[in-house]
């Protein structure tokens, strides 16, 4: 029973949470590459971090705008981490490995 509750939320949250985590991941990739090998400066690659941080937000919903995207998209890294780890922990005890 409580596995079935981890994967049945784990599938309906991950098509919410997979695009905001790529955007965050690939444009803080995209960011340190292109200052550190790349050779841009902090403004030229300045627009990755505005779209790292959920900066971009703000114009919708003011000062806050960036630190909910920041904490709503923490928390869902977090639950998928989660219920991943649980779920395989638990395929793994039962032999499913």
Do not use: I
Request: net charge positive; glycine share 16%; aromatic share 10%.
């Amino acid at each position: 029973m409580k596995t079935l509750f981890l994967r049945r939320w784990h599938a309906g949250l991950a098509p919410v949470v997979l695009l905001p985590l790529a955007v965050t991941v690939s444009t803080g990739m995209a960011y340190r590459l292109l200052r550190d090998w790349g050779g841009l400066g902090r403004d030229q690659a300045h627009v990755l971090m505005v779209l790292h941080e959920g900066e971009w937000l703000n114009r919708w919903f003011g000062s806050s705008g960036e630190t909910v995207y920041v904490l709503l998209n923490g928390l869902g890294l977090l639950w998928m981490l989660v219920s991943g780890g649980a779920m395989a922990l638990n395929r793994l005890r039962r032999g499913g490995g």
